[in-house]
């Protein structure tokens, strides 16, 4: 059974690089803990990409060195916000390969 994290629990509206810092610390020891990790973002209004970025993008480059990685999954995440993630995880995924 995965592990749903609600990220409503940050706010409403998640902003910035600290912000995103922050709660990607929070996350990090969770991700770590499980195997399975549903983001879960239903209440969430809105997602600057600078959050993004410091969040999931950090969150996602130290996984990549893990021998064994969490599966990773996102939920009920607005359009506008899927394509801030998409960019996000593909710059990502670029810069490390």
Known sequence: ?????R???WGPVLFGRQHGARVRDELSA??????????DFKDVENMSLSFADECFGELLHALASEPVRPRLRFAHVPPDMQASLLFMTRERARATA
Do not use: E, G, Q, Y
């Open 1 to 5: 059974m995965p592990t749903t994290i």
């Open 7 to 9: 990220m409503a629990r």
């Open 30 to 39: 969770i991700v770590h803990a499980s195997p399975d990790v549903v983001f």
